[in-house]
């Protein structure tokens, strides 16, 4: 994994000009729709296509339903991880 991207199945998502960019399997860039589903960090609540600077957002995601239980799944893998780790770091 190369640092500042995240890699999904079938895209990639790099920060590239102060908001994510996403790089479909052949590298080329695919343009944020206004359809995009976020969750606003700030609001608690989902945002539809640009609305929140994106180090204050979760998304972008295809239904509201995947953005609107964004939080819960995050905080859920956190919770795993965190437990996986053990006492990393306590001593």
């Not at 890699?7 to 944020?32: C, P």
């Amino acid at each position: 994994m190369v640092p500042g991207r995240r890699e999904a199945t079938d895209a990639v998502y790099v920060w590239h000009g102060g908001r994510i960019a996403v790089l479909n399997a052949e590298g080329l860039m695919k343009q944020e729709s206004d359809s995009s589903y976020w969750w606003s960090l700030v609001h608690a609540r989902v945002e539809q296509g640009p609305g929140s600077p994106n180090a204050e957002r979760l998304g972008p995601y295809a239904t509201y339903e995947e953005a609107a239980t964004a939080i819960e799944r995050a905080k859920r893998r956190t919770q795993e991880l965190d437990a996986e780790d053990g006492g990393w770091g306590n001593g």
